[in-house]
Structures are given as structure tokens and as C-alpha cells.
């Protein structure tokens, strides 16, 4: 294979050129610095582009100075920035993002910086205001410089201490520039508060959407996805269109909703020049996903031919996604990972990876949170492990429906475990499977995370107060 684009390090020096052929030592080589994979040059790959929207100098610059802490250079950096992406208009965020390990931090805040001024465009912000949003994104983690790297990057689970002290990077990045006459209160703002949910859930403050800025909403989503999609040490990396669900899940909750709808217009499911494998069993790379080929992309098969996945012929044929909730068991998930013993354990169960993870999110600095995909795996759960505090059910699932599920798991714990049941809807039907089944009760998305807790801590406790 030949390898189409110069790859880089953290410190901007050049590990392999383009145009070189990658031998089995280059390929050891950077399977050990951490790159998941590389745009490659051949039969397959040919005619297709892929557009940058900043150049590999203002990327390897803007990340120099973010490393060095250098505010003003950044300042200089930030404006090359908008100049490039007012000059090329709103374009395709295409390319995938190929990096190392050890320089996440630095390239995170040079892509949300760009997800920032993308998203500032397609909302038709001024060139002064997606200043303020490109600055954002370069200075939103520059309090993780100050977090010991055995934390940033640990495996496991993190302690109550180890999350406090990565809590408080916002705040951290804040205290770095509040000073700064020359940093405008909008870029201040925003960087301290880019964790806040718009249901007032966040931190470091607990700010609501309505008295948060444009900006930290931007900011908040863009550093989201790209967390999302990016390879660590403690989780495996979602793809687009996960990333894009939990997105989505999350709007009204976590984000705005119209700037999520602008993010996703820009972000293609499925990246050009991507391998993806189809339902039936052929491989090959995306060529065009442009329009209504988002989700139904253009397609050159290893065998050359060209399928166009729009097209009657090609309907029912879908495209594999790269990652399943298999795998994401075994990541260390840290939205919310502390380490404190809890009384009660909850099983959520939910063939949605998307509301799995978010429930987690909610859950776990509270409680001992069990995973489970299917009403299936949730009754050979509870054969092989002692019975949880409280059963979580999603109601509509294929396969077995939460409402068997619920009949199942009532009779093999002789009604012993309560159950929640999480559904769309709230008709006259959910209410009365409800009562039928004597569960403890139900809630119905979207819902609010301090409702969810304190309906939880109702049916545990006896209690309707929120702590």
C-alpha cells in the first residue's frame, strides 16, 4: 500500500511521507504510536477527494502553541483559522481524523475548534463571532495541562479524588485566561462553562440552556462529538452515526437542538474513502456521500464495481456498523466514573447502545449500573448473578419486548425486583401494561436526568425528595 498523506506526530515532525510504501515495520510502527488507520493511494481509492477545511500547517501550528500554552499565538492561529474556513464556506466535514495517542489533547481542541467554526457558519454567525467560537475551541482544555497525564489517560475506572480533579479542568482553563484583558468575556464564558447541559445538569456551575450563550452551546456539542469519535486509552471510538444517535438522544437534555441539527447537516455518516462492509457480506470503500447519500451512500465494491445504495436494486442492503455494544462493554465509559460503594444495583436493559450509555451517565456516580442489550441476556444475567435492586426495562425492543422480558424476569425473582419501564410513548395502552404487570412505574423520553433520579430513588428508598 502507498500511503496518500504525510502523517504526523504531536510535535508537528513528519513520521511517514506520502507517496511512501508502507512495509510491514512502518505499519508495527504505527500500530504503536496508536493510529487506527491511514488514507491509502490505489485503484480502489482513485477519483475520489477529500477536502481539508483548515491546511496541515494551520492544524500543526494551532497545536504547537495549545501544547506550549501560548495564548497570543493562538490568537494569530485562530484568525488564519476563520480566514480558511469563511474562504472555503461551510464545507463537508470528510476527513477522518487520523492521530496518536498522545497527542489527543492537543489535536481535540484543533477539531472542535473547526467543528466550532463550521457550526458558526452553517447558523450564518459574523466573522467576529466564529472568532469567538474558533478561539473557544483552541483554549476550552488548556486546564488539562495541569491534570496529571495518569489521570487523562487511565484505563480503568476513576476515583472519587481522580474525578473531582478532572471536573475541574473547565474551571482550570478559565482561571488561564480570566485575566487576559485582551480575551473577550464571550470566549471566557464559554470555555468555563462548555460542560453545562442545557437541562442545567452540568458543571461547573449548573447553568441552564436559557442562561447559556450561543457559544458555550456550540462549544458543548462540538467537543462532545469529537470525544465521541476519537480512539482512547479507556474506550474504543464510536463512529459517526453512534456518535450522531447519542447526539441526537441527548437534545433537549445535554444540547441544543438546532445547533446539533447544524453540526450533523456538515458530518457525513459515513466518511469518503472509508472501508465498510455491506449486509451482504461484500467490502468496499465510500466514494460519495454527499445530499442523499448521507445515509445511502455511493459505493466502489473491491471488485471495482460502483453501487449506488439509493437505487431500488440496492435497497435492501445495508451498511455494518464498525463497533457494537460488545465491544463497548469493555470500555471504561467515564462520562460519570467514580469509584464510591453504592447500596443498591440497577440493571438497565435496552438494545439502543445510545440510551444504554446515557442512562449510565445518569446513573453510575450513584449507583452499581449493569448494561444489558436484550430481554434474552438479561434473564441468563439474573440465573448466573444475584438479582439487582431495580430493573430499568425499555418497552419496545425487537425480539423479546421489555413486557415479556418483564413477565419473565417477575416470575424467576418471584416479584421480588421492582421494575421501571422507559418507553416513547405515554397512551392509555403503556399505562394500563403497567398496572397489569404491577411496575413500579415508568418514564417517557425525553426525560430530564433529575427526574430519572429522583423516580429511582423513590421506588428505592420509599423517598421522593432529590438529594
Not at 419496545?396 to 416513547?424: C, H, S, Y
Request: glycine share 8%; proline share 4%; with cysteine.
Amino acid at each position: 500500500m502507498v500511503l496518500a498523506n504525510d502523517l504526523y506526530d504531536s510535535f508537528g515532525r513528519t513520521l511517514i511521507g506520502s507517496n511512501c510504501k508502507l512495509t510491514a515495520n512502518y505499519i508495527q510502527k504505527l500500530q504503536e504510536y496508536g493510529f487506527k488507520g491511514v488514507y491509502i493511494e490505489d485503484t480502489l481509492s482513485e477519483g475520489i477527494t477529500i477536502e481539508t477545511v483548515i491546511t496541515p500547517q494551520v492544524r500543526l501550528e494551532a497545536q504547537k502553541y495549545i501544547r506550549e500554552c501560548n495564548i497570543d499565538a493562538c490568537f494569530s492561529v485562530a484568525k488564519r483559522m476563520v480566514e480558511e474556513i469563511m474562504k472555503k464556506g461551510v464545507l463537508t466535514l470528510d476527513l477522518t481524523d487520523l492521530r496518536s495517542y498522545d497527542d489527543y489533547t492537543y489535536a481535540h481542541s484543533v477539531n472542535v475548534a473547526v467543528y466550532c467554526g463550521v457550526i458558526g457558519m452553517g447558523l450564518d454567525m459574523s466573522e467576529r463571532q466564529i472568532g469567538y467560537l474558533v478561539m473557544s475551541g483552541l483554549l476550552h482544555d488548556l486546564g488539562k495541562l495541569q491534570i496529571p497525564s495518569e489521570i487523562l489517560n487511565k484505563p480503568g475506572r476513576l476515583t472519587r479524588e481522580e474525578y473531582m480533579i478532572m471536573k475541574s479542568h473547565a474551571r482550570l482553563s478559565y482561571e488561564i485566561i480570566k485575566e487576559r484583558w485582551d480575551i473577550s468575556s464571550f470566549i471566557k464564558g464559554t470555555v468555563l462553562h462548555h460542560h453545562e447541559n442545557v437541562d442545567g445538569s452540568g458543571y461547573p456551575d449548573g447553568i441552564d440552556g436559557a442562561h447559556q450563550t450561543i457559544y458555550t452551546k456550540i462549544l458543548h456539542v462540538a467537543d462532545v462529538f469529537d470525544a465521541l469519535t476519537s480512539k482512547r486509552p479507556y474506550k474504543e471510538s464510536y463512529t459517526p452515526i453512534e456518535a450522531t444517535e447519542y447526539l441526537m438522544g441527548g437534545c433537549g437534555i445535554m444540547f441544543d437542538k438546532k445547533v446539533v441539527q447544524t453540526l450533523l447537516t456538515y458530518v457525513p455518516m459515513y466518511p469518503k474513502g472509508t472501508m465498510v462492509t455491506l449486509s451482504d457480506g461484500s467490502e468496499g470503500v465510500i466514494y460519495e456521500n454527499f445530499g442523499i447519500h448521507n445515509l445511502r451512500p455511493i459505493i466502489r465494491l473491491t471488485n471495482g464495481e460502483m453501487i449506488d445504495l439509493t437505487e431500488e436494486q440496492y435497497l435492501h442492503i445495508t451498511l455494518i456498523t464498525q463497533t457494537d455494544l460488545d465491544s463497548g462493554e469493555e470500555e471504561a465509559e467515564r462520562t460519570e466514573m467514580i469509584e464510591t460503594p453504592t447500596p443498591y444495583r440497577i440493571m438497565v436493559v435496552d438494545d439502543m447502545k445510545t440510551n444504554l450509555q446515557m442512562l449510565r451517565g445518569i446513573l453510575e456516580p450513584l449507583y452499581e449500573v449493569v448494561l444489558i442489550k436484550s430481554g434474552e441476556q438479561a434473564l441468563m444475567y439474573l440465573e448466573k448473578n444475584p438479582y439487582p435492586d431495580l430493573v430499568i426495562m425499555d418497552i419496545d425492543m425487537p425480539g423479546m419486548d421489555g413486557i415479556e422480558a418483564t413477565r419473565r424476569i417477575q416470575k424467576m425473582t418471584e416479584r421480588k425486583v421492582p421494575v421501571l419501564f422507559v418507553t416513547a410513548l405515554c397512551d392509555k395502552e403503556t399505562v394500563t401494561v403497567c398496572r397489569e404487570l404491577d411496575a413500579a412505574g415508568y418514564i417517557v423520553r425525553p426525560y430530564k436526568p433529575v427526574y430519572v433520579k429522583a423516580e429511582i430513588k423513590r421506588i428505592l428508598t420509599g423517598r421522593s425528595e432529590i438529594e
